[in-house]
């Protein structure tokens, strides 16, 4: 049956769509069962959405409380249905050991809209339980008047079953159940992907009432132990009565869950999850809000009091402050006026701050608005100023301490054939070492002012002489180079230094003896932000070996602040380039194995070949080095689907395929070979983005090869068949260089807006009673009632346009089919 593939569209319209943002920081782990002939165990995580692995966390080494502290933020359907998390322990000579598991459903994360955070006892992994896929029935009543009524099955097709066999797939056939009366279907060998086109029929029992249920079961076929059990789906019969005949596609489930024997002896995962599913209306609709929140900036440069953004300051939560300062800050980049908007809120901290020693200390809206301005303008920037040294830190596994109270003298052992070293030989030694690591990373830093990005020089600029302003005083007039540093060195390259695989420096997490030398050397370049030398040396006296090389920092650390802020206002054009809607020259690149097919021909039995993988704003690229002038390249507007292939095809469970079209209107099929899940999983995400408004794609796709006159995936011999799965466009990775979303920026800024409006109200008639607003301002005053009555009022049509769309959603998606699976 060579039916095409039905696809459900979640979007609204062309441009209104659902989206669910899911936040996973995956903590640490304890009490895990030994594994190991050491007595420990080797702890990694799976993180599977449905089942399919999106995420593998680093492996821990020889622990039974591992300590992860990863965070990913993915963007899925809205019909996904689990997240669930596979603590494994890795062998280097067996097949990794499986501990257990935490599955968490989408309606317990939706229940709990400010998260989920805490400890949960890893369960058993039960087999009848791990199923996934989804299976196409017809179900119908036949007969009429004095005729028995008939009740008939037909068995369609199914895709996405769980994979049983070694070989990589299964032998899937259907068991179908009704009124004591069991019929079964042929077996397809080799298939997660099976089309059966068989009829099964029922005589009706009208006496069932309520417990006229139709069983319909996917097992896999073995010849030798017993059968595996794929998952099922139960139909209450009476409610289709009314309906006399339905189609569709349907979610198996799994069995009947049982009670495990290791329940709570398996250990726990400690999780910190959250779940945002958002309405995305058409970018009309958001217009309004985004032009009065960025008049709002100009006039509150302008002298004008109160306005939006100080009452958005002064009514956000230390909870959501994180949050609303990401927003606002993407939001006013699309806009063109980041800059402008944080000079507000500058302005807004140093009116008042009264002790300069406190300024941008604590995590205000400010301080929090520009870590994230940070982070989305400069971590290019980051990885360039501290990639080298980072690199040779992990690279080198020195022994670096430099406080007596921790020093390891086995740590150094046996100088040949001299003495052994000494507590006062290790110190030295490691003070030798960080200098020298110290001194790489000041040159780097003055190095970099020729190449930082001109909009943060900008920002500082204005920061600088907010400050420069609020304090003329000679005795502050190291102030001003303090406000720049707390937070280009302490919540920008410190936080980088101490955490590289947090702001993507490094791959995995440093083990102790490296994570020891970073934490260092964050400690000194946070002194030479302080600007204080001997402040620290008066909490740790240890780190007095390290004066010298710190009072010469913050010489060259102020020569620096000099040049970074030096810049010109006749530069405003391209800093707003820079940081414009479109993607950037480079997305991302690397080294990969390709192998490429034209008209999804039979893959060629030579291996992958590396080339150097180039995705830009235009073309995904490759040649066989880096530098190559030789290359060639596949244009974004022609990709039809991003997709995983199955394991079996080429013995890889990270091969992706890139089907794309040709002008001759033959397809091309390229085949990308990554090294593990999560650099499948990156690529897979930057090309599904990058290809996000590709109108050409295809809604199903086959995870299988063309070999032998067939399809490996569900045996069809027609090369042009359409597809046996179903095309995943709606899962991918948020990464730091992904472009901006002006409408869900709006949207996220009108949800805390909306929750905060009565707050709003409140605090304006607070400051208004404060400032003692006088009759003859009264007029001046109107206007900021109509001001802040016209933003409600943008608001409320906002709430109305949901409410609108959600009836909409009801409406449409009424359907007595829904009804029969129980």
């Known amino acids: 049956m060579n039916k095409k593939c039905r696809r459900v569209i979640y979007s609204l319209n062309d441009s209104m769509a659902k989206r669910s943002t899911l936040f996973i920081r995956i903590v640490e782990g304890k009490n895990l069962p030994i594994k190991d002939i050491t007595g420990s165990s080797d702890p990694y995580c799976i ?53 257990g598991k935490v599955s968490i459903s989408k309606e317990l994360l939706t229940a709990k809209p400010q998260g989920v955070d805490g400890w949960m006892n ?47 797939a299964s032998d899937p056939f259907v068991r179908v159940r009704y009124n004591g009366k069991t019929y079964e279907s042929a077996v397809v060998k080799k298939s997660c992907y099976p089309r059966w086109n068989e009829s099964f029929e029922f005589e009706l029992d009208e006496t069932l009432s309520d417990t006229g249920l139709l069983s319909v079961e996917v097992w896999d076929w ?43 002896t398996l250990g726990s995962l400690r999780l910190q999850l959250r779940l945002r599913d958002e309405v995305v209306l058409p970018s009309s609709h958001y217009k309004p809000l985004t032009e009065l929140l960025s008049q709002s900036v100009g006039s509150q440069l302008n002298g004008n009091w109160p306005d939006f953004i100080m009452l958005i300051d002064e009514t956000t939560t230390a909870e959501s402050r994180q949050e609303v300062a990401n927003n606002l800050v993407k939001l006013f980049l699309g806009q063109g006026l980041v800059k402008e908007f944080l000079d507000v809120l500058f302005k807004l901290e140093l009116e008042k701050t009264t002790e300069p020693n406190t300024l941008f200390r604590s ?8 870590e994230s301005f940070l982070k989305v303008a400069g971590m290019q920037y980051l990885h360039r100023l501290l990639g080298a040294i980072i690199n040779r830190i992990f690279e080198e596994k020195k022994y670096v301490e430099l406080d007596p109270s921790k020093v390891e003298l086995k740590e150094a052992g046996c100088a040949g054939l001299h003495r052994q070293q000494t507590e006062s030989d290790i ?12 001194s790489e990373l000041l040159t780097s830093i003055l190095q970099s002012a020729s190449y930082c990005p001109l909009l943060i020089c900008q920002v500082f600029h204005q920061l600088y002489l907010r400050v420069q302003e609020r304090f003329p005083d000679p005795e502050y007039r190291k102030v001003k180079f303090i406000a720049v540093t707390s937070f280009l060195c302490l919540r920008f390259i410190s936080p980088a230094i101490m955490s590289p695989k947090l702001f993507h420096l490094r791959e995995k997490h440093a083990d102790a003896r490296t994570s020891r030398t970073l934490l260092l050397l964050a400690k000194a370049v946070q002194t030479i932000g302080n600007m204080d030398t001997l402040a ?28 970074l802020v030096s810049c010109h206002e006749s530069e405003d054009l391209e800093l707003q380039t820079r940081m414009s809607l479109q993607c950037g020259t480079m997305e991302k690149e690397g080294f990969l194995f390709l192998h490429r097919t034209k008209d999804k021909c039979m893959p060629m039995t030579s291996p992958f070949k590396k080339y150097y993988v180039t995705l830009s704003k235009d073309t995904l690229s490759y040649s066989r080095t880096q530098h190559s002038k030789k290359s060639s390249s596949i244009s974004l507007p022609k990709i039809r689907a991003v997709e995983k292939v199955e394991e079996k095809c080429f013995g890889s469970a990270n091969v992706m395929q890139i089907i794309s079209s040709e002008d001759s209107g033959l397809q091309e099929t390229l085949y990308l070979d990554c090294k593990s899940v999560n650099e499948l999983n990156h690529w897979l995400s930057a090309l599904r983005k990058a290809c996000s408004h590709n109108t ?24 042009s068949d359409s597809g046996c799965d179903k095309t995943r466009h709606g899962v991918t990775l948020q990464e730091w260089y992904d472009p901006l979303d002006p409408d869900l920026e709006a949207q996220l800024i009108y949800q805390h807006l909306r929750s905060v409006q009565q707050a709003m109200r409140d605090k304006y008639y607070m400051l208004r009673e404060q400032q003692g607003v006088k009759e003859a301002d009264s007029v001046r005053d109107k206007k900021k009632v109509d001001g802040l009555s016209k933003l409600f009022s943008i608001l409320q049509d906002l709430h109305d346009a949901h409410a609108a769309v959600e009836e909409e959603e009801r409406s449409k998606n009424k359907n007595v089919f829904l009804e029969l699976q129980t």
């Not at 099955?153 to 070694?166: G, I, M, P, S």
């Not at 995590?363 to 520009?370: E, F, G, T, Y």
């Not at 110190?427 to 110290?438: C, D, E, G």
Request: charged share 25%; aromatic share 8%.
């Open 363 to 370: 995590n205000s809206l400010a301080s929090k608005s520009m």
């Open 696 to 719: 050409n794609t295809m809604s199903c796709y086959h995870p299988g090869i063309y070999k032998a006159d067939r399809w490996s995936c569900c045996h069809q011999k027609e090369k």
């Open 47 to 99: 993180v599977k959405i449905d089942n399919e692995a999106i995420i593998r966390t680093a492996t821990i080494w020889k622990t039974l409380s591992p300590f992860w502290g990863e965070e990913y933020t993915v963007h899925l359907p809205p019909y996904f249905r689990t997240v669930s998390f596979y603590v494994l322990d890795e062998d280097s000579l067996s097949r990794d050991d499986v501990i």
């Open 222 to 264: 073995d010849l030798v132990s017993r059968n595996d059990f794929l998952g099922k789906v139960l139909f209450n019969i009476n409610k289709l009565q009314s309906a006399q005949q339905e189609e569709g596609w349907f979610r198996l489930g799994p069995d009947k869950s049982k009670h495990s024997e290791y329940e709570g």
């Open 427 to 438: 110190i030295q030694q490691s003070s030798s070492l960080l200098q020298s690591y110290l």
């Open 536 to 563: 620290c040396c008066s909490k740790e006296p240890w780190m007095v070996c390290l004066q010298p090389a710190i009072q010469q920092g913050i010489t060259q650390l102020k020569d620096f602040i000099t040049k």
């Open 122 to 168: 890893l369960t058993e992994i039960d087999p009848d339980e791990e199923v996934q896929g989804e299976i196409h029935l017809q179900i119908s009543v036949l007969g009429d008047g004095d005729i028995p009524r008939k009740l008939c099955c037909q068995v369609l097709e199914a895709r996405d079953l769980a994979k049983k066999d070694r070989n990589g």
